[in-house]
């Protein structure tokens, strides 16, 4: 019989596992990012040449990059805590994991379209 807050057997380290996947493919998604944006920013720079354009596209599509690995990472703290049984120690790692990556997140998403994600789209 299991006791009070015990899960099924295998079931905390199937968990884990998710959770280190899920991380993984946050760090490929940026690593990928980093490799396929600096490729494009090379190529686009040999046939424009206008380093100011080709250097504003690169850094949005990088950015774009990071901020899909970090909302990866943040699915991954949180399939990693709350999913196994968390401390209140635990609780506290995650929210503050989650209040840094969410203020870089916000800080990206402010960089690449010049808004904060709670401000309306201008008209274009």
Not at 75 to 100: C, E, M
Request: charged fraction near 20%; proline fraction near 3%; glycine fraction near 12%.
């Amino acid at each position: 019989m299991m006791g009070p807050g015990k899960g099924l057997p295998g079931f905390d380290q199937y968990i884990q596992w998710v959770a280190v996947g899920i991380e993984s493919l946050a760090i490929g998604i940026i690593v990928l990012g980093a490799i396929a944006t600096t490729i494009f920013f090379l190529l686009r720079l040999s046939k424009e040449g206008a380093m100011e354009d080709c250097y504003r596209k690169f850094r949005s599509d990088f950015d774009k990059a990071i901020l899909l690995g970090l909302e990866f990472l943040i699915a991954s703290d949180i399939v990693g805590t709350v999913a196994v049984g968390p401390t209140f120690k635990d609780l506290g790692v995650l929210a503050f994991l989650v209040v840094i990556r969410t203020f870089l997140s916000f800080s990206l998403e402010l960089e690449i379209t010049g808004r904060w994600p709670w401000q309306k789209e201008t008209g274009k």
